[in-house]
């Protein structure tokens, strides 16, 4: 059973970056599709941002494509969400997940951080 932990959210202005990490708990992380989600107050949970094992295909969802990037590195353990042009809507906590597959639902996921809160005041 993998374990992830998030880090790297924090509070930031309009515009600005951040760059969030997710470090597996072992080396089975390779085997994982990884994916970025988040929560803001009152929504649901909602897909942001997907990688496949190797690194070299991605999905984003429509509302932060060319401004966050998603990547990892397989020999540290680690994916992570590169977040450029932050706006107030990018609110919530993050969290990054693992799947045995390409998806988009939060029900495919088994394994999950215990999310990163990150604020972006207008």
């Known amino acids: 059973q993998v374990q992830l932990v998030e880090s790297g959210g924090g509070l930031v202005r309009a515009g600005g970056s951040l760059r969030l990490s997710c470090v597996a708990s072992d080396r089975t992380f390779r085997r994982y599709f990884m994916g970025w989600f988040r929560q803001a107050s009152g929504k649901e949970r909602e897909f942001v941002a997907g990688?496949?094992?190797?690194?070299?295909?991605?999905y984003y969802v429509d509302n932060v494509k060319g401004r966050f990037t998603i990547s990892r590195d397989n020999a540290k353990n680690t994916v992570y969400l590169q977040m450029n042009s932050l706006k107030p809507e990018d609110t919530a906590v993050y969290s990054c997940a693992a799947s045995d597959g390409y998806s988009t639902s939060r029900l495919d996921y088994a394994y999950w951080g215990q999310g990163t809160q990150v604020t972006v005041s207008s």
């Open positions: 990688i496949r094992l190797n690194g070299l295909t991605t």
